[in-house]
């Protein structure tokens, strides 16, 4: 729809018939400059690091902003956090009673997809694969992937300085906090290696959630390095799940924050055409 503010010739994003007689030759889309959008990490540039600092920022100011659904979310992770504390023991004590050769198999493979030791590696080729087959959406979701897991883990190592929980390897009980202080000798709560391998399936889930496969094969390799932690008895079930929301919630916002859609429902845009310059509406809806 066309229409005319102070003088102006104004646009709405898709024009249709012109009105007030304007001429129809002012609407061509090819006479348009292109809309700007915001731009999307797919470099390595001091943009996409400042954008660590920034998104940390946003995540820790999110409470602020949230809705009654949110806190109920939050709720809800907090009570089913409590409620594995009680049975953490019974859990620890069933994962040693069932060891096996192959569940020391796929532990194996488990404790590797939360290593970023071993995943970083993969996550540098992906980008290079990006990079050499001009593949943006490659490069952005490694790099936001690296962004994720690495501001996940900075909140989980936060979290277990204040909390000190020891290991269950220790033998000391699930019902053992030390925390808050400076001494780094027990660092149960929450589990960084879960953190690690659901920050970076958070992200391939959200950028690859077209293809079907991608979503549960993400999070599905992600619960195995879960329930490696647990059956090789270096995390209680409480750990686990608290570390897999936080990398799961992590992701999820580092991916919304950089989307192509803007906070702005409408925006009001130069347009140059070969009748001279003017203004576009852009409405997003």
Same mark, same amino acid.
């Given at each position: 729809?066309? @229409?005319?503010?102070?003088?102006?010739?104004?646009?709405?994003?898709?024009?249709?018939?012109? #009105?007030?007689?304007?001429?129809?030759?002012?609407?061509?889309?090819?006479?348009?400059?292109?809309?700007?959008?915001?731009? #999307?990490?797919?470099?390595?540039?001091?943009?996409?690091?400042?954008?660590? !600092?920034?998104?940390?920022?946003?995540?820790?100011?999110?409470?602020? $902003?949230?809705?009654?659904?949110?806190?109920?979310?939050?709720?809800?992770? @907090?009570? =089913?956090?409590?409620?594995? @504390?009680?049975?953490?023991?019974? %859990?620890? $004590?069933?994962?040693?009673?069932?060891?096996?050769?192959? /569940?020391?198999?796929?532990?194996? *493979?488990?404790?590797?997809?939360?290593?970023?030791?071993?995943?970083?590696?993969?996550?540098?080729?992906?980008?290079?694969?990006?990079?050499?087959?001009?593949?943006?959406?490659?490069?952005?979701?490694?790099?936001?992937?690296?962004?994720?897991?690495?501001?996940?883990?900075?909140?989980?190592?936060?979290?277990?300085?204040?909390?000190?929980?020891?290991?269950?390897?220790?033998?000391?009980?699930?019902?053992?906090? $030390? /925390?808050?202080?400076?001494?780094?000798?027990?660092? +149960?709560?929450?589990?960084?290696?879960?953190?690690?391998? !659901? +920050?970076?399936?958070?992200?391939?889930?959200?950028? &690859?959630?077209? $293809?079907?496969?991608?979503?549960? %094969?993400?999070?599905?390799?992600?619960?195995?390095?879960?329930? =490696?932690? @647990?059956?090789?008895?270096?995390?209680?079930?409480?750990?686990?799940?608290?570390?897999?929301?936080?990398?799961?919630?992590?992701?999820?916002?580092? *991916?919304? &924050?950089?989307?192509?859609?803007?906070?702005? =429902?409408?925006?009001?845009?130069?347009?140059?055409?070969?009748?001279?310059?003017?203004?576009?509406?852009?409405?997003?809806?």
């Amino acid at each position: 729809m066309q @229409i005319l503010a102070a003088g102006v010739p104004v646009y709405a994003e898709s024009p249709a018939e012109p #009105l007030m007689g304007q001429p129809a030759a002012i609407s061509e889309p090819s006479a348009q400059t292109p809309v700007v959008q915001p731009a #999307l990490p797919d470099r390595i540039t001091g943009e996409y690091v400042k954008d660590y !600092f920034t998104d940390t920022g946003r995540i820790l100011a999110s409470p602020m $902003n949230w809705s009654g659904r949110d806190w109920l979310t939050a709720g809800l992770l @907090i009570g =089913a956090t409590s409620g594995l @504390i009680l049975a953490d023991t019974e %859990i620890r $004590n069933f994962a040693q009673k069932n060891q096996s050769s192959t /569940g020391d198999g796929f532990a194996a *493979v488990g404790n590797a997809l939360g290593n970023p030791l071993y995943t970083l590696p993969p996550l540098g080729l992906f980008y290079l694969y990006g990079h050499f087959n001009d593949d943006p959406k490659a490069r952005r979701a490694s790099l936001l992937a690296v962004e994720s897991l690495t501001i996940s883990g900075a909140f989980t190592w936060a979290l277990k300085l204040v909390a000190q929980r020891p290991r269950p390897f220790t033998g000391e009980t699930s019902t053992t906090w $030390n /925390g808050p202080r400076l001494k780094m000798d027990d660092y +149960s709560f929450p589990s960084g290696h879960t953190t690690a391998a !659901f +920050s970076m399936a958070s992200v391939l889930a959200e950028e &690859y959630g077209n $293809n079907p496969f991608v979503p549960p %094969i993400a999070y599905g390799l992600a619960t195995l390095t879960g329930l =490696a932690r @647990i059956y090789d008895n270096k995390h209680w079930a409480s750990d686990v799940f608290f570390g897999g929301a936080i990398g799961y919630f992590v992701g999820k916002a580092v *991916v919304k &924050y950089h989307t192509a859609q803007s906070d702005t =429902a409408v925006k009001i845009l130069p347009t140059i055409s070969q009748q001279g310059f003017g203004l576009m509406a852009e409405y997003r809806f």
